[in-house]
């Protein structure tokens, strides 16, 4: 089984530009949560999407938006990157049913702002 | 809002020694999730713990929950280099199983 897959690996911004980060959740998980792991504030949490809904949002600024289509694929967005917003960005995904809340993770994305 | 504290934040232990992490956090968290990094890389899922109680072991790993106590604990028994890694568990208070607040990791090096 395909695990959770993110998309581009690496990626290098001037500050004040916009970045789009995607995810493809391992198949059959409608859930896909997206979370900044930085040296300086540790693993946070941004947003999750269940159905093409957000569900749930944590503490960032409105710069910070994302989206999921009608196949559980989830997008992103960044815009006006600062320095700060350098950082691995990480999305998982979960299957949601029953007692499995597990939580799969992806590979990341690794954002550098210049 | 749940903050989770690990502790120790750096360890640093010979192979073959026993040494515990511990994960205090400050309101309810229906389940705490232990999770492993290596370095550069993502996150691998080690245990999830759903109840009061529960115990889990995976090899040289071992991991319990006291929501009484709101702590919850990852055993290392009889180390080796391939441990070497940063550990993080998480809580989840809002029990969505999707929206994990986080510790701030355990740097565990395991030298020969």
């Known amino acids: 089984k395909a695990g959770v897959t993110q998309t581009p690996r690496y990626l290098i911004k001037t500050r004040g530009q916009q970045v789009t980060l995607s995810c493809s959740p391992i198949s059959g998980h409608r859930s896909v949560s997206w979370y900044q792991q930085t040296p300086g504030q540790g693993l946070q949490f941004l947003f999750e999407y269940f159905s093409e809904t957000q569900r749930n949002k944590g503490n960032f600024p409105g710069r910070f938006s994302g989206r999921q289509f009608s196949n559980s694929r989830s997008e992103m967005n960044v815009s006006t990157l600062e320095l700060g917003d350098s950082a691995l960005y990480l999305c998982a995904s979960s299957l949601m049913t029953g007692l499995n809340y597990e939580q799969y993770f992806g590979p990341g994305t690794r954002l550098t702002v210049t | 809002e749940l903050k989770v504290e690990q502790n120790p934040l750096f360890l640093s232990m010979q192979e073959g020694k026993n040494y515990t992490i511990y994960c205090n956090y400050s309101t309810t968290s229906d389940r705490l999730y232990w999770y492993r990094q290596d370095p550069g890389k993502s996150l691998e899922s080690l245990f999830v713990?759903?109840?009061?109680?529960a115990v889990k072991q995976e090899g040289r790993l071992m991991a319990s929950l006291d929501t009484k106590a709101r702590l919850s604990t990852l055993h290392i028994t009889a180390a080796v280099h391939d441990l070497s890694a940063t550990y993080f568990c998480a809580g989840d208070p809002w029990a969505s199983g999707s929206r994990l607040t986080f510790g701030e990791g355990t740097q565990l090096t395991v030298n020969p």
């Open positions: 713990l759903l109840s009061n109680g």
